[in-house]
């Protein structure tokens, strides 16, 4: 079992940085492969970002490809999205999830632990 608690969500300008952080409880954390997800109203979840289980690997969106920086600390079991030269269109709940695998992964269903999501606007 793994739960999730993200934090770091709010209103920021256009241009501006927001830092995500989840934190993870259960002693699977560094096993796993961590996502970050987004879902705009109206809109389907879609990806964001992604690491595997040492951190070694990264995968992004291309929208947010360049901006953003997922990070992880296995000794604090903790996941990080930094997140740069925010856009309006970057508004959205965002949620962190734990991969079923080592591997980060690019599609939901590989997901089989989320957080509550927090709330990122970006105000033009």
């Keep these: 079992q793994v739960q999730l608690v993200?934090?770091?969500g709010g209103l920021?300008?256009?241009g501006g940085s927001?830092?995500?952080s989840c934190a993870a409880s259960g002693r699977t954390f560094s096993s796993r492969g961590?996502?970050?997800f987004r879902q705009a109203p109206g809109k389907e979840r879609e990806f964001v970002?992604?690491?595997n289980r040492s951190g070694g690997s990264t995968y992004y969106a291309d929208s947010v490809k360049g901006r953003f920086t997922i990070s992880r600390d296995?000794?604090?079991n903790t996941v990080f999205l930094q997140m740069n030269s925010l856009k309006p269109e970057d508004t959205a709940v965002y949620?962190?999830?734990a991969s079923k695998?080592?591997?980060g992964s690019y599609y939901v269903n590989d997901y089989n632990y989320w957080g509550q999501g927090t709330q990122v606007t970006v105000s033009s």
Excluded: D, T
């Design 18 to 20: 927001l830092r995500l």
């Design 101 to 103: 695998y080592y591997s």
């Design 34 to 36: 961590m996502g970050w």
């Design 12 to 14: 920021v300008q256009a």
């Design 95 to 97: 949620y962190c999830a």
């Design 74 to 76: 296995n000794v604090k």
């Design 49 to 51: 970002a992604a690491i």
């Design 6 to 8: 993200e934090s770091g």
